[in-house]
């Protein structure tokens, strides 16, 4: 492993004590040392990626492109993933660009762009797309949501959407409207839940569906990712 940051390091120009430090810093960081003299092709995939992310990073860029890099690692390798990007952004001044499918870490991001089938639907701070959804998150679990879509539509001039057999409306003070649902549908409506918009409902309201439902729909995974950038401080 050690020799293969060595040969990485010699692609950038990278030699003696300076290229020996950066190694050993990084591998330390990735909680790699007590594997350095180990053949990469011996790891599991969780320490092969780590080894990876150690090459991106050896000759401190100040731009840096990652596709997905918290996949294949535990969930303590992760965090220190992102503790270290944040760190690289807020210490070192450097430009990230990522794809992530986790909306934990998009909501990290200074800017975040929702691609839907290779089409760039959303660009803005996570905060602000989500202001940009109607107010709270009601969805109605009901054996018929078809008709309840409709019915709720023509009786409330509100513009309900099913979406996993379930019916789902953005509305402002959605815990007295769920009060005006239930009064008025009585024993139609199984369960509610109320919440807050978040990413997720962001990318509903862009393009139609839930996250993971595009599997279902003949959409390759790549065809439906999120961005994040994180941005040098000026």
Request: hydrophobic share 35%; glycine share 8%; proline share 5%.
């Amino acid at each position: 492993m050690a020799e293969n940051l060595t040969y990485q390091g010699h692609l950038y120009g990278l030699r003696g004590k300076i290229l020996r430090v950066r190694s050993e810093q990084l591998l330390e960081q990735f909680s790699l040392t007590d594997r350095a003299h180990d053949s990469v092709e011996t790891l599991s995939g969780g320490l092969k990626r780590r080894v990876e992310l150690a090459k991106g990073f050896l000759h401190q860029p100040k731009l840096l492109l990652l596709d997905e890099p918290s996949t294949g690692l535990d969930p303590g390798a992760r965090l220190d993933l992102w503790q270290y990007l944040e760190a690289l952004r807020n210490k070192e001044g450097v430009s990230i660009l990522l794809t992530t499918h986790f909306m934990d870490e998009a909501e990290k991001c200074d800017r975040l762009g929702i691609l839907n089938r290779g089409h760039l639907v959303a660009l803005d701070s996570p905060e602000s797309l989500k202001t940009k959804v109607g107010g709270d998150i009601i969805v109605l679990r009901t054996r018929d949501p078809q008709t309840l879509r409709l019915e709720i539509e023509k009786k409330f001039e509100s513009t309900p959407t099913v979406l996993d057999n379930t019916v789902r409306i953005e509305r402002p003070r959605g815990h007295e409207f769920i009060a005006q649902l239930v009064e008025a549908f009585p024993g139609r409506i199984e369960a509610v839940t109320l919440s807050k918009p978040t990413l997720e409902d962001v990318f509903i309201r862009q393009t139609g569906h839930s996250f993971w439902s595009t599997a279902f729909e003949g959409v390759r995974p790549e065809e439906t990712v999120v961005n994040r950038q994180l941005n040098r401080p000026d």
